[in-house]
């Protein structure tokens, strides 16, 4: 799979943007609140607020938005990934399992069976495949942006403050390791789709117990959320932008963590979600 130096300088303070699923608007607007400017060709760019700033987007952002939305998302981040990255990397992507998804689906991965539920769910879930395939442009885009996904990055300050950054939560062994399993682990977890009634706590026993009182973050998406959660050291930030509610971003400057979100602003279709709430605690 996928590679690389996976250390983010710490002479720079982050941007960390969860799940995004063709909601651009959405990611415009809290890229302007977080101090960048746009300019008329859609680039970003920097003021006094934003000069030490860098972005790390969290994956998963295509599918579930509209072929508008996602076709606007993907030309917006191959864009910036290029002119933000032209003298020192300042824009950071994280491989989401919908890019990973979509990527086996048309490249033709022969690991990846066509069979009746696979052309079902790839209707389903990932309607970015019919979008790229219609587009061999956009695919190409895409192509080339899964080429620069990183599956984890770490922010190393010092021994009492790190971020780690993975799309998807995973068991601390499996967390910023080599190897197949563990790759795997950082993209995807455990399935609440085909687990429904189960709680999101008692499916990911794991973040409860590994969770500690300190300042070594763990911070990931994909489990779509109604707000930010966070239970010790453990914090999810897919917040179901695409799902009606909000887009928000975790900010890491120097040694400090703060957060901000942005609302759903309505200019597509909302994509329909039942929560399965994380750190939920009966007890
Ligand atoms: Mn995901």
């Known amino acids: 799979m996928i590679k690389r130096d996976n250390t983010l300088p710490i002479d720079s303070s982050y941007i960390i943007i969860g799940d995004i699923h063709g909601c651009i608007d959405e990611l415009k607007t809290l890229l302007l609140k977080q101090g960048f400017t746009i300019d008329k060709n859609n680039l970003l760019q920097t003021?006094?607020?934003?000069?030490?700033?860098?972005?790390?987007?969290?994956?998963?952002?295509?599918?579930?938005?509209?072929?508008?939305?996602?076709?606007?998302?993907?030309?917006?981040?191959?864009?910036?990934?290029k002119h933000l990255n032209r003298n020192r990397q300042k824009l950071y992507l994280i491989l989401g399992n919908h890019e990973e998804m979509v990527y086996r689906y048309i490249v033709n991965d022969p690991?990846?069976?066509?069979?009746?539920?696979t052309i079902k769910n790839r209707k389903l879930y990932y309607n970015s495949v019919e979008l790229l395939e219609k587009e061999p442009?956009?695919?190409?885009?895409?192509?080339?942006?899964?080429?620069?996904?990183?599956?984890?990055y770490k922010y190393n300050y010092n021994d009492n403050f790190s971020v780690t950054l993975t799309h998807a939560p995973c068991p601390e062994k499996y967390l910023a390791q080599k190897g197949e399993e563990a790759e795997k682990r950082m993209v995807k977890c455990r399935s609440r789709s085909k687990n429904p009634n189960m709680p999101l706590d008692k499916l990911?026993?794991?973040?409860?117990?590994?969770?500690?009182?300190?300042?070594?973050?763990?911070i990931f998406g994909h489990l779509s959320q109604p707000n930010i959660r966070q239970f010790k050291n453990k914090i999810c930030i897919d917040t179901s932008a695409i799902y009606g509610d909000s887009l928000s971003c975790a900010i890491v400057q120097q040694d400090k963590l703060s957060f901000d979100s942005v609302p759903f602003e309505k200019l597509q279709k909302k994509a329909n979600q039942r929560y399965n709430i994380l750190f939920d605690f009966v007890n």
């Open 137 to 152: 442009h956009l695919k190409s885009l895409f192509l080339e942006l899964y080429s620069y996904c990183s599956i984890w």
């Open 204 to 218: 990911l026993p794991y973040l409860k117990e590994e969770a500690k009182d300190n300042q070594h973050y763990h």
């Open 111 to 117: 690991t990846l069976i066509i069979n009746e539920k």
């Open 47 to 81: 003021t006094s607020k934003s000069k030490n700033r860098s972005i790390v987007l969290l994956g998963d952002f295509i599918d579930k938005g509209s072929d508008k939305k996602l076709t606007e998302t993907i030309e917006f981040i191959y864009a910036n990934f």
